[in-house]
């Protein structure tokens, strides 16, 4: 994933924003283009400030020395 920031344009109440836009000059067009096509709708546009990542596993070596060869026998899993 890239760490580039993007814009997006979010209607209020509407779907939820999917094309990223690659400068803010390009999300205030969009979002002036669609405002004049749907008047009664507020637009924003929202720039990227964080990115967050959910980490399921984590695994650390511990001991020091060559890497350990992580494939497994079957009868190694203990249930």
Do not use: C, N
Not at 25 to 35: M, T, Y
Request: proline share 6%; aromatic share 10%.
């Amino acid at each position: 994933m890239t760490r580039e920031t993007f814009w997006m344009v979010y209607g209020l109440h509407q779907r939820g924003p999917v094309y990223r836009h690659k400068s803010e000059g390009s999300a205030i067009e969009e979002a002036k283009r669609l405002a004049r096509l749907h008047p009664d709708v507020e637009f924003f546009v929202l720039e990227t400030v964080h990115r967050v990542v959910k980490r399921d596993v984590d695994v650390t070596p511990m001991s020091v020395g060559a890497p350990r060869d992580h494939r497994f026998d079957a009868d190694d899993i203990p249930f």
